[in-house]
C-alpha cells in the first residue's frame, strides 16, 4: 500500500489481537487493502482470506460464518481449535455501497468482527466523495470550486448506526500511542461473542494531502481536536476512552490537509467556525450519551 | 419403494433440500419462489435439516452468502425468481469464477420492467452467459429429479460449476401434480458426501480466495472455466444414468417426443413440453407427423446433439418465453440455429416469443405453430423467422 496510509497498522494491529492457536478466516471488500494484499497468484494473508466484491463482505462472512456453525454442529470440522471471522471494508464498502449487507449481518447476530477501515472518500478510485467525507473536504466528486467550496454535507456517524443495531460490541479506535486503543478493542470485538464492530479512522496521503511521514501525527491530531473521539459501546453503554485535557482548535488538524486548504483562504473562516461547531456539538452529544446510558 | 405424493413445485423443490440436508441455505422472499425457504425454514425449525439458514436482507446478500458458505467448505442452496436473480447478478458470475458448486432453485419469472409476477423466461435468459450449469423442467417431477442430481454434478471435480433448477412459475411451482419422491436414505446415499479440495475453514492448509486476477492470468482462469462446462455435458449423463438405475427414470440434454419420425418440430422449455406433448399427441392422431424436442440442459448448451436430432424434420419452431429485444430473435432460437448451421443441417427455423409476463400458452396458440411449420415444410419458404404466439393486436 502507499507509504503513509493508515490503513497496514490497523489490519496487523487487528490480527495481533488474534490468540495464536486461533484460525481465522478474513473477508475483504474490494478497496486498496484487497487489491494490494492479493494480486494473484500472490497472498499477504496468512490465515483464510476471502474476496467477492465491493459491497458484500459482511454478507460474503456471514456465510462463512454460517458453514462453520452448521458444520461444526455435525462434526464435519476437528472439535478443537477455534475460527474466528474478521471484515475488512473502507468506508466506501462500508458507509455507502456495504451499508445494508453491513446491517442485514449484524442484525442476524453472526458471531463476526466487522473493521471499518474509514480513510474518508473512496480512495482506490481516485479520491471520490463518500458518506464519511467531512464536509467542505476536496475530493474528485467534490472539489472545491469557486460556487461551491468542496463537499457541502456533514459525514455520517457510522458507529451510532451500528449502536442502533443493540450490538454487544462497537468501538471507534485509531492506530495511536503505541497502538494500545485499537489492541485492546480488537481484542474485545474479537472475544465478544455475536456480531461487533471498529470504526477506525485510516489517514490517506493521497486523499488528504499530508507529508507520508506524518501519519501518526494526523491520527494524534484527529483524537486531540475531538474530530475523532475514542469510545465503545458495549452492550449499549457508551465509555469514552480518551478525553483531551485541553481539546485543541480544528484547525490544528485540517491545516496540514491539502483537502482543506481551501478553507484557509481570507473570506473562508466561516468554513473552520462551522466545522468547528459540528465538532463541539458530536462531542458533546457524546459526552450527554456517556451520561445517559452510564445512569443507575 | 419410492414414495406416490401430491405435491407443488415449490414443494418438491423444498423436499429435495430437505434430502440433500445442505450446510447452508441463504435466501430472500419474492414471487413465486418464496414458499421454497418457507418451507425449508420449518424444516430448520423443526430439527428435520441440519442447517443453517440465514435469513438475509436482500437476493444479493444471498448469493453473497451461498459464496462465503460454499468457500468455507459447506453445501450452500438458495432459491429465487425474477428481479431477485437480477439483483444477485453481480454475484452469480462470482460464484460460477470462484468455482464454486452452489445450487440454486430458480422459479422462473418475468424480470421487471414494468412489474410482473408471473411467468416467461426473462431471468434466466439473463444470466444464460454467467457460467453456471442450467437445467430445466417440466413439471414438478423434474424439478424434484433435477435437484437430486445436481450436486453430483455441479460438485465433481472436472466441473466445479455452480448449478441452477429452473421450472415455471405459478404453472408448476403452485400447481399440485402426482409425483414420485425418493426415500431419504436412497437421495442421501445418491448425493453423497461433499468433500472439496480447498475450503476457507480447513485451518491445516488456510486459502485466499477470490483474487485480484489481471491480464497474465484471468484470461486462462476464464478458459479453465469454458473447459468446466465443456466437461459438464460427460458428468450430467453420467449422473443420469446413475439415477436411472435408483429411479427408472431416464434424462438426458433434452427429451425428444415423437421427434424421430417427425417432420415438424416445436423446441422448448419447462411447461410449454407438457401442452406441446398434449399436441403432438392430437396431430399425430389426425396423421400429422409432429414432434417436440424439450431442452433439459440449456447450459452446457448440447449444440451438436440438438443439430443431429433436428436434422431430419422438415421444419423447426423454437419456442422463446423471453424477448431478447435484439431485432433478430430469442436466445433459444439464436442457440439452436448457429448450431444447425455449423452443423450443416439446413432445415428451416423460425422462432416464437411467447408467454411473456405469464401470457397462457394454449393448445391453440401451439396448434396454429405446428400449422405454420406444415406450410414451411411444404414451401421451404420462411418469410419473417422472428414471430410471436399469442400476441394480440
Redesign the interface.
Known sequence: MCAGCGAPPVARMVLRALKEND?A?I?GATGCM??ST????Y?A?????????F??AA?????????????K??G???AD?D?KFIAFGGDGGTYDIGL??L???M??GHDMVYVCYDNGAYMNTGIQRSSATPKFADTTTTPAGSVIPGKMQSRKDLAKIMVGHHLPYVAQTIALNNFKDLYEKAEKAIYTEGACFLNVLAPCPRGWGYPTDMLMQINKLAVETCYWPLYEVIDGKYKINYKPAKKLPIEEFLRPQKRFKHMFKPGNEWMIEEFQKEVDARWQELLDLEEITNKE | MSIRERLSGNEAAAIAMKQINPDVVAAFPITPSTEIPQYFSTFVSNGTVDTEFVAVESEHSAMSACIGAEAAGGRAMTATSANGLSFMWEMIYIASSMRLPIVMSLVNRAVSGPLNIHNDHSDAMGVRDAGWIMLFSENNQEAYDNLVMAHRIAEHKDVLLPLMVCQDGFITSHSIENIELIEDDKVKEFVGKYKPEHYLLNAKEPIAMGPLDLQAYLFEHKKQQAQAMINAKQVILDVAKDFEKMTGRSYSFFEEYKLEDAEIAIVCMNSTAGTTKFVVDELRSNGIKAGLLKVRVYRPFPAEEIAKALSHVKAVAVLDKADSLNAAGGALYTDVTSAMYVNKNQVPTVNYIYGIGGRDTKGDDIKGVYEDLQKIAQTGNIENPYRYMGLRG
Not at chain 1, 492479493?38 to 497468484?41: G, T
Not at chain 1, 494473508?45 to 467477492?52: E, G, I, P
Not at chain 1, 454478507?59 to 458444520?71: I, P
Open positions: 484460525h478466516v473477508a484487497e487489491v492479493f494480486i494473484y497468484p497472498t494473508w496468512t490465515d483464510s482470506f476471502v474476496h467477492t466484491a459491497e458484500n454478507s460474503t462472512l456471514s456465510g462463512v460464518e454460517a458453514a462453520y456453525k452448521s458444520m454442529k455435525q464435519k470440522l476437528p481449535g475460527t445494508q449487507a446491517s442485514g449481518a442484525e442476524r
